[in-house]
Each structure stands twice: as C-alpha cells, then as structure tokens.
C-alpha cells in the first residue's frame, strides 16, 4: 500500500494547479477522466463556476485552524476528486482553504481515474465515491485518517436514493436539491466532520 500512496503522491497537482486545469477544460469543452460526454463536460463548467465563487467566499473556523495547527507533526493531505464531480467542487475549496491557513498542512489532488490502486484502497461501501480526503502523517506517510465522500447528512441521503428512488424523481432533480442543501449549509456539515476527525487525531496519533 505504501508504493500505491507514494505513486499516487507522486502523480498529485496543488490545488491551485487542480483549479487551472479544470478552467483549461472549461475551454476546450472536455473534462477529467475517459468519459468526455456531453453531460460531464456539462458539470464541469458548473463545478469551475461554483469553485470559483467558493474560493472567494469559504469561511473556514478559528478553531478548527488552532485544532488542525496544533498537531504537532507535519501532514499531506491527498485528496481524490475529479472535475465532473459537483460533490468535490462543493467540499475541497474548504478542505484546500484550511488546509492553506495551517503551516503544518499540505494539500495535493490526484484524480480518481488516473490512480485506481490508490482509490480502490479507500472505497466507500465498496464504490470509488468522490472526494475523498485521505489524511497522512508527512514523515512516513502513514495514513492516520480519511474524510468523504460527502458530509454524512447528505450521504444517507444519496444512499437511499440509489437504493429507492421515487419514480418521479431524475438524478438529475436529486442533484439539484443536493446543491441547494449545499448553499444552505455553507459547510457547517463538513466543518463539524472535520472538527470530530482531528480531536481524534490528536488524542489517538503519537508524535
């Protein structure tokens, strides 16, 4: 598992570089990944939009930052996303902006696609569900946490709609209403996650 992690390092972007990427694609009408249909390229130029308003706009907690920064070791955080994917353009500008505001922090994108083995060692319920935040200790690349898909609220919900969806509701019509919990929610879900994720690691991680 080791070499899969360093491979996938090893192929990861910043996140400012993950960001010009997806506005390159955005231009030439094509996205991350084999499937170039209409409907993910579609998504893409939502996902570039809504990045781009977030990363002006994302307010990430005091607190959560003095947690994180308090950690007293280094960490990279990997985290797997691709451009089509409206969950990721809604959770990683606040994952990249904290991760930005702790000195001890490094953030880096792998795309899904492009690093399967890595994926496929962190499945949820047995699916490659993105994003996926996989948090290691710098110095040995241990991994001592992950995060993702989504905020746990909105999961169950994803969950039961792909278990039993009503017959009058599309994909399409459940994604909608998915990003208007999103700009209801303004990542408070998220940030709680978070908040739980690194009080465990820093009463469980030695130094």
Request: aromatic share 8%; net charge positive; hydrophobic share 40%.
């Given at each position: 598992?080791?070499?899969?992690?360093?491979?996938?390092?090893?192929?990861?972007?910043?996140?400012?570089?993950?960001?010009?990427?997806?506005?390159?694609?955005?231009?030439?009408?094509?996205?991350?990944?084999?499937?170039?249909?209409?409907?993910?390229?579609?998504?893409?130029?939502?996902?570039?939009?809504?990045?781009?308003?977030?990363?002006?706009?994302?307010?990430?907690?005091?607190?959560?930052?003095?947690?994180?920064?308090?950690?007293?070791?280094?960490?990279?955080?990997?985290v797997v996303a691709e451009a089509w994917c409206g969950d990721a353009a809604q959770n990683i500008p606040y994952?990249?902006?904290?991760?930005?505001?702790?000195?001890?922090v490094e953030i880096r994108i792998v795309l899904r696609d492009e690093n399967l083995d890595f994926m496929d060692?962190?499945?949820?319920?047995?699916?490659?569900?993105?994003?996926?935040?996989?948090?290691?200790?710098?110095?040995?690349?241990?991994?001592?946490?992950?995060?993702?898909?989504?905020?746990?609220?909105?999961?169950?919900?994803?969950?039961?709609?792909?278990?039993?969806?009503?017959?009058?509701?599309?994909?399409?019509?459940?994604?909608?209403?998915?990003?208007?919990?999103?700009?209801?929610?303004?990542?408070?879900?998220?940030?709680?996650?978070?908040?739980?994720?690194?009080?465990?690691?820093?009463?469980?991680?030695?130094?």
């Open positions: 598992m080791k070499t899969t992690n360093l491979n996938a390092i090893a192929n990861s972007i910043s996140y400012g570089t993950y960001i010009e990427l997806v506005g390159k694609l955005v231009e030439t009408n094509a996205t991350t990944g084999p499937d170039q249909s209409e409907v993910l390229v579609n998504f893409t130029k939502l996902n570039y939009k809504r990045m781009t308003r977030l990363n002006k706009t994302v307010h990430v907690s005091d607190q959560l930052i003095e947690t994180v920064s308090s950690l007293p070791f280094n960490m990279k955080w990997v994952i990249a902006l904290l991760a930005k505001a702790c000195a001890n060692n962190h499945l949820t319920k047995g699916a490659r569900s993105i994003p996926k935040a996989v948090i290691f200790k710098a110095d040995d690349l241990k991994e001592i946490a992950s995060w993702g898909p989504r905020p746990a609220i909105i999961q169950e919900q994803v969950m039961a709609f792909k278990k039993d969806a009503p017959i009058d509701l599309s994909y399409e019509k459940f994604a909608e209403s998915m990003h208007g919990w999103y700009a209801k929610d303004k990542n408070k879900s998220l940030e709680t996650e978070l908040f739980t994720i690194f009080h465990s690691i820093k009463e469980t991680t030695p130094v």
